[in-house]
């Protein structure tokens, strides 16, 4: 449009506007997505075997799936030199989009963690959203935290992850602000946006320390009634809280879905000869947990310090169930945990038809096989814990106030 003189516009602002709303309104009827549901593609690039890519996008249909999205479809592609800019070759990117289009997909996954251009590039390119692994399950904590402090971790999380994606969104947008008092010093819009989100994050940790400041209190609580703590360990989706139930006969929540539980639950449990102990479950681990998670739920995890015993869940009926009992050990190793005593739990012994080779198999890897879910074994699972737990006295304890 051509300069107007200010006191005398002739112009309708109103029919401006209701076009340019009309207008908006048929781009954006474009892009929805029937259902309101996501519909993704899945991609993995890797040069690993076959095996290994394979089970890698399994979990990360699981993933999928429990952070609500459809999966379309599934594509590994296998090879030794990785394109640095957009993973797969221009031409399968192409045929990639094209796919897209036939499938009514606008998301795509990819497997593998995407650097920030590498984003920009294949979003530029196909002109789809593109999230990677480590967005997907942040997306998932962020829809399940329900704690005060779970919704903190996973914002900071979050946030960190987007800081240095920031970066590349500076556009001719960013002067969009300028001018006398629109601004600091020099200060573009992806500046002020980074020192948002620097200033958020700041504040959010201060919050943090507020919240764990309480809980510690509470837990000071529960150490002071002297009672021993056994704190529930294992892969996602393994049964921890299942578990937790039926040794306790409570309620949490139980799901078919990777992170049910991202708030840490606490029980009584009493023994039969009179041993009382607390219990509490964990959110559960993943190979390759982004870091920026990691360090949000360490906090969480930093509570098993206090732990008397762990019991480790390990899903039996998983067929990467070895691979998983590694991944969720050499992280209680890297947490320095691993001299805290733990027992070994099979867990989903219904799901297994072969007696022998279960047995074989709990014998070699010194777990006790049992079923969360309809109580089988669980005796010698009780005998077993009291078996490592320290005694304490009867009488020598105050009464304890932790519920
Ligand atoms: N067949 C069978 N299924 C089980 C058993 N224990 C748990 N499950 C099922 O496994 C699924 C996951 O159980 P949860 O107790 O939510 O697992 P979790 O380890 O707490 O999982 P997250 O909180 O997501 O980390 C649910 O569908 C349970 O019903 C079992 O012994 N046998
Ligand atoms: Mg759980």
């Not at 999380?157 to 994606?165: D, E, G, V």
């Not at 480790?312 to 945990?337: C, G, R, T, Y």
Request: hydrophobic content about 40%; overall charge neutral; glycine content about 6%.
């Amino acid at each position: 449009m051509d300069p107007l003189p200010v006191h005398d516009p002739k112009l309708d602002f109103l029919h401006l506007v209701q076009s340019l709303e009309g207008e908006f309104a048929g781009k954006q009827a474009l892009l929805e997505v029937k259902g309101g549901q996501d519909r993704a593609i899945l991609v993995s690039v890797t040069s690993a075997s076959r095996t290994e890519a394979e089970a890698s996008m399994e979990e990360l249909t699981e993933l999928a799936y429990s952070s609500g999205i459809a999966v379309a479809e599934r594509i590994i592609q296998r090879q030794q030199k990785i394109n640095p800019k957009y993973l797969l070759g221009r031409g399968k990117l192409s045929e990639l989009v094209l796919r897209a289009l036939q499938l009514g997909v606008d998301l795509l996954i990819f497997d593998q963690d995407l650097n920030p251009s590498q984003v920009r590039s294949i979003t530029d390119f196909t002109e789809l959203r593109v999230i990677d692994r480590t967005q997907l399950i942040l997306d998932i904590f962020a829809q399940r935290a329900k704690s005060r402090e779970g919704k903190i971790q996973v914002e900071m999380a979050q946030l960190k992850y987007m800081l240095p994606r920031l970066v590349l969104k500076d556009d001719a947008l960013s002067r969009l602000t300028g001018g006398i008092g629109g601004r600091g010093p020099g200060e573009t819009k992806l500046e002020i946006n980074r020192r948002r989100v620097r200033d958020r994050i700041a504040r959010l940790e201060k919050q943090l320390q507020q919240v764990r400041k309480q809980r510690g209190q509470r837990r000071g609580l529960r150490l002071r009634a002297g009672l021993p703590i056994i704190s529930i360990v294992g892969y996602t989706n393994a049964g921890k809280s299942t578990l937790l139930n039926t040794l306790t006969h409570s309620k949490e929540q139980v799901e078919d879905r990777l992170f049910a539980t991202l708030d840490p639950a606490s029980r009584r449990l009493r023994f039969p000869r009179d041993q009382e102990a607390i219990i509490t479950d964990t959110v559960g681990f993943i190979r390759d947990l982004p870091s920026d998670l990691k360090e949000a739920f360490g906090a969480t995890l930093e509570e098993l310090r206090h732990a008397d015993l762990l019991l480790h869940v390990i899903d039996i009926s998983n067929p990467m169930f070895e691979e998983q009992m590694k991944a969720v050990e050499e992280l209680l190793e890297e947490l320095d945990l691993h001299l805290i005593p733990m027992l070994r739990i099979f867990n989903k012994v219904d799901l297994v038809q072969d007696q022998g080779y279960l047995q074989n198999l709990c014998k070699r890897n010194g777990a006790i096989g049992v079923s969360a879910l309809n109580g089988d074994n669980l005796t010698s699972l009780v005998e077993a814990m009291e078996k490592r737990l320290p005694m304490v006295p009867t009488g020598s304890r105050s009464h304890p106030t932790f519920h």
